[in-house]
């Protein structure tokens, strides 16, 4: 007797279900992990895709496999182990009613799987055909096999096993279990299943497209996305491909959008907490399956900064400065701001003077200031951002300083407080500040050239005055004049008193030389140094001023008039009359400071340093003057 391969397969088959029959009746329905594959991963003991789910020996399937007979046939006539396989011996008088039920799979909802069945018709007849379906639930048992996979009508007689498959897609994420379920008619031949492949064959979808953002042209903190929905998925099949789409700002969610339509537009307004720049990123999702995401940088959003403003420039006339600067129409960043409603801060060394000044120029009259090198500054405020400040250049103005006075060159601001000028009386820059030497210098062609100090208070009496000089022309001589001055001009008035007239031998920077020098009367002088000969090369590093006697002496009084009911007491800082009436103190350039028309006294101890002169003046119309010295 001949027999084919088919036929050979058949007799082994029927000899092994006698073998085992016993064995066969006894199965139960089982449902436990597979752990089948080194290369599969697991979730909580269920593999996850990609992975493979076989059949490798009879333990394997009684405790990881579930078969069910569900017409009830019984004997041969379900599923058992037929040697790494799922063996169905034919009923010839029944249609097949059988289940082969997988261990636990891991999938994810929205993903779509693919599913492939390895199977085997093995009747020797090359017309007999096998029928079946593979379906999915979440129970190892008939009831829960609730989703199609795929069918198959029509499977052939093979020598080797074959393949089939489907796709699907859960409808929410856990445990599954993968079923066939053979339904072949009478007489159609054995039937072998060999294993399940499961691979995820979900694709992510393409990345937005022409991602653009766009603020709010009012100042407003809003901020509109547009872009174009994803069309394919990321192989270039056409597909309403992302199921939502996830937007972040500044890698904080702020929205999902669902319920995306391939190909059209996008749109997302934006509700900002603070005005600023922003990054915003676009994710497209299909399932859990992420497409590459798209950024953009917003542009300004909200009232931006103000730049700072630009020509900021001091002036001083008469004792009135005017600050001028060019109104600001940007912003730092490029965005909205509302220039009518621009305002404008300024301030003098650090000391705020004006707020919501709406331009230029700002007039600063406060008197009573030393004299010092003084710089203002200006800054625009938008609502609630202030820009940057500008600064002028520093100008030199203020009350005569009060002695004793040092000179610095330590700094150019120092020097600032010196006034210059040629032999003609034009500014000269002839004398140079040399801060890092701490000394002025008149370079070699300076002759006639002059440098006054800053105005000084003196009172009526004997000043000293402490120079250090040096001069580095010894081969050819010029002399260094000192003049007590009462103006800073050049050519001297003549008011002007020679002090001094030092000689290249009287130059020692090692030795500090001292000249006296009477003040005629009490007010307002300079100490000039002017160069002479035809290379001076002067340096000062030091000149000081200091009164060594002055009207009274003890107290500091110089008095205009003789009047010993009216005077200045220095403990408490008043000026304090004997009688009823008014007393008004002015500053030595006439200014009104301070009236009392009380008990007549009045308190100075909130002015500065000077000189003033105090009136008062009684209720009979008889009035009498002090001028005295604040320290």
Sequence with gaps: MVFNSISCIHC??????????????????????????AACLFVNGAETPPCTLDIKSQEVFDSQWT????????????????????????????????????????????????????VRNLSPSTYDRQAFTVTAGMTPDVSGMTQAVFSETALETSKKPVERDGVFTPASSGDYHIALHLTSKPGSGDFGFYSFTITDETTAPEAVKDLAIHAATD????????????????????????????????????????????????????????????????TAFRGDMASETTMVQSPWIG?????????VAATVEDGTRTVTFEPVTQGVHGGYIDV????????????????????????????????????????????????DAAESDGIAFGDALPLPFSSDFSS????????????????????????????????????GAWAFTPPLMMQ?????????????????????????????????????????????????????RSFSFTVPETGKYHIGFGATGDIPGWSL?????????????????????????????????????????????????????????????????????????????????TSSTLKFLKQ
């Design 12 to 37: 082994f088959c029927c000899n092994f279900v006698q073998n085992n029959r016993q064995k066969t009746r006894s199965m139960k329905k089982t449902s436990a992990v597979a752990a089948l594959s």
């Design 67 to 118: 078969s069910v007979d569900a017409n009830r046939d019984g004997g041969d006539y379900q599923f058992v182990y037929g040697g790494e396989f799922a063996l169905y011996m034919q009923n010839k008088g029944k249609t097949a009613d059988d289940w082969i039920i997988s261990p636990a799979v891991s999938l994810k909802a929205g993903r779509t799987y693919r599913v492939t069945a390895s």
């Design 219 to 282: 100042g407003s903190l809003k901020a509109t996305l547009s872009w174009t929905n994803p069309g394919q998925t990321s192989d270039g099949n056409d597909a309403d491909a992302a199921d939502r789409i996830e937007i972040l700002r500044d890698g904080t969610p702020v929205e999902t959008l669902t319920g995306i339509k391939g190909g059209t537009q996008g749109l997302f307004e934006d509700i900002l907490p603070r005005p600023g720049s922003y990054t915003y990123s676009i």
């Design 303 to 311: 009232h931006d900064t103000p730049e700072a403003p630009t020509g």
């Design 340 to 387: 009518d409603g621009i305002s404008y801060t300024v301030s003098r060394n650090g000391v705020v003077l004006t707020t919501g000044l709406k331009g230029a120029p700002f007039t600063d009259t406060e008197p009573g200031l030393p004299f010092a090198v003084y710089r203002y500054s200006v800054w625009a405020v938008n609502g609630e951002s202030a820009g």
């Design 412 to 447: 150019a601001d120092g020097f600032a407080l010196w006034t210059l000028a040629d032999a003609e009386g034009n500014e000269s820059g002839a004398w140079e500040c040399n801060a890092e030497g701490g000394c002025i210098s008149a370079g070699p062609a300076a002759s």
């Design 460 to 512: 009526r009496g004997e000043c000293e005055l402490d120079v250090q000089a040096l001069c580095l022309t010894y081969g050819n001589p010029g002399s260094l004049g000192v003049f007590l001055c009462r103006d800073a001009l050049s050519p001297l008035s003549e008011s002007a008193t020679e002090i001094t007239t030092m000689q290249p031998d009287d130059a020692d920077t090692s030795t500090t």
């Design 541 to 621: 590093f030091r000149a000081d001023v200091k009164q060594t006697r002055a009207g009274d002496a003890n107290v500091g009084i110089d008095p205009i008039r003789e009047e010993t009911s009216l005077r200045y007491v220095r403990e408490s800082e008043a000026i304090v009359s004997g009688r009823q009436g008014t007393i008004e103190v002015r500053s030595a350039d006439g200014l009104l400071k301070t009236v009392s028309v009380t008990d007549g006294a009045v308190s100075v101890a909130g002015l500065p340093t000077g000189i003033y002169v105090a009136t008062f003046t009684a209720d009979d119309g």
